[in-house]
């Protein structure tokens, strides 16, 4: 059975670290945060899993999916999915957990690309955030 591998990020989990708003409320500035992660999901993703079929959707309320329908994605068994999205991984836990944020040290490789860029576009909304 073939199944599109999708990817869910959502703006709640960046609560802890949003200085505008927080729960499902989004303005401008927060939305950089969705942005910033679907530039860093995407490039991971074509760059280093070779992926061409990605199309991100808005969620509906507060955040983005990504679904990637490329035959290979589509035919992963559960244990190369769960390897794929722990690759991917920045945010820990649910609802439920403690601190969710967990930019770990070194930074992704993807992550750090922004991070360290001080002139990329998405830096700003790094500023006054205790990342």
Same mark, same amino acid.
């Given at each position: 059975?073939?199944?599109?591998?999708?990817?869910?990020?959502?703006? &709640?989990?960046?609560?802890?670290?949003? &200085?505008?708003?927080?729960?499902?409320?989004?303005?401008?500035?927060?939305?950089?945060?969705?942005?910033?992660?679907?530039?860093?999901?995407?490039?991971?993703?074509? #760059?280093?899993?070779?992926?061409?079929?990605?199309?991100?959707?808005?969620?509906?309320?507060?955040?983005?999916?990504?679904?990637?329908? #490329?035959?290979?994605?589509?035919?992963?068994? #559960?244990?190369?999915?769960?390897?794929?999205?722990?690759?991917?991984?920045?945010?820990?836990?649910?609802?439920?957990?403690?601190?969710?944020?967990?930019?770990?040290?070194?930074?992704?490789?993807?992550?750090?690309?922004?991070?360290?860029?001080?002139?990329?576009?998405?830096?700003?909304?790094?500023?006054?955030?205790?990342?």
């Amino acid at each position: 059975m073939a199944k599109e591998l999708v990817f869910d990020i959502d703006l &709640t989990d960046y609560d802890e670290i949003r &200085t505008c708003c927080d729960k499902a409320n989004i303005c401008h500035k927060c939305w950089s945060f969705v942005t910033m992660a679907i530039k860093v999901v995407d490039a991971a993703l074509r #760059d280093d899993f070779g992926f061409k079929h990605i199309m991100w959707v808005y969620s509906g309320r507060r955040g983005a999916h990504a679904w990637i329908s #490329d035959e290979r994605a589509r035919t992963m068994d #559960d244990q190369r999915r769960r390897a794929v999205a722990g690759y991917l991984e920045v945010i820990k836990g649910g609802a439920q957990s403690g601190k969710k944020v967990n930019v770990k040290r070194p930074l992704h490789p993807h992550l750090a690309l922004v991070y360290n860029k001080r002139s990329h576009p998405l830096w700003n909304i790094f500023s006054d955030s205790p990342i």
